[in-house]
């Protein structure tokens, strides 16, 4: 079974320029989740998704931060624009959503610089 | 006061120690918990669930306190492929799940 795809592995960009990440999770599951990973700190939760609705965004700065998730299944992080403090791998994970507590699978996440 | 803490790394430990984290969280309402472990570079991944009554999964043993809001996990006969940084991780239930994860502590187990 093929797990949380996420692309691209890695970016560079400059300050002031817009970045997308895009994330495709695991078959079937409902729940997608974006969370940013900062150096030497665990993951940190900027967004859930429960098919196409966002249920909890509240830790995602939406003046330059957006997400959407058309059709339930896709999902693009954006961030416009880009500052140096956004540095960080932005991680994507699924899970099935089954009403319970459920184990959340990760990709391999995205690793942006930001010069 | 963080709502999960660890012990800060790295440990250092020949092959074949003996180690122990330890992991405090703030949120008594707190439902479910977990260890996650992170390779170098590479993603988290859900290394085992933890029970109020203890719970061992071959070299590994987890256990949780409730009335302290202390988790724990041991690691025993230590192998070099343990080298990672272990994730403490408690979940929330609201009619959905929320993680919220330690800062994790790294362990190098050295040959």
């Known amino acids: 079974e093929a797990g949380v795809v996420q692309s691209p592995r890695y970016k560079i960009i400059e300050k002031k320029q817009p970045v997308a990440f895009w994330c495709n999770p695991i078959s079937g599951h409902n729940t997608l989740y974006w969370y940013r990973q900062n150096l030497g700190q665990g993951p940190e939760l900027l967004i859930r998704?429960?098919?196409?609705?966002?249920?909890?965004d509240s830790q995602l700065p939406k003046d330059r931060f957006s997400a959407e998730r058309l059709k339930g299944v896709d999902s693009t992080l954006k961030i416009q624009p880009a500052e140096l403090g956004d540095s960080a791998v932005y991680l994507c994970?699924?899970?099935?959503?089954?009403?319970?507590?459920?184990?959340?699978?990760f990709g391999p996440g995205t690793r942006l610089t930001v010069l | 006061r963080k709502e999960v803490e660890q012990d800060p790394g790295p440990f250092n430990v020949p092959e074949g120690a003996t180690v122990a984290f330890n992991c405090t969280y703030s949120?008594?309402?707190?439902?479910?918990f977990f260890w996650y472990r992170q390779d170098c570079r590479k993603e988290p991944k859900l290394l085992m669930s933890?029970?109020?009554s203890g719970n061992e999964d071959g070299r590994f043993t987890a256990q949780l306190n409730r009335a302290s809001q202390y988790i724990s996990l041991l690691i025993r006969d230590s192998k070099l492929s343990d080298s990672a940084t272990y994730l403490c991780?408690?979940?929330?239930?609201?009619?959905?799940?929320?993680?919220?994860f330690g800062k994790g502590t790294m362990l190098l187990v050295s040959p």
């Open positions: 998704y429960e098919n196409e609705e966002a249920v909890d």
């Open positions: 949120n008594s309402a707190s439902q479910s």
């Open positions: 994970a699924s899970s099935p959503g089954t009403g319970v507590p459920d184990t959340q699978y």
């Open positions: 991780v408690v979940n929330m239930w609201n009619g959905y799940s929320t993680l919220t």
């Open positions: 933890v029970y109020s």
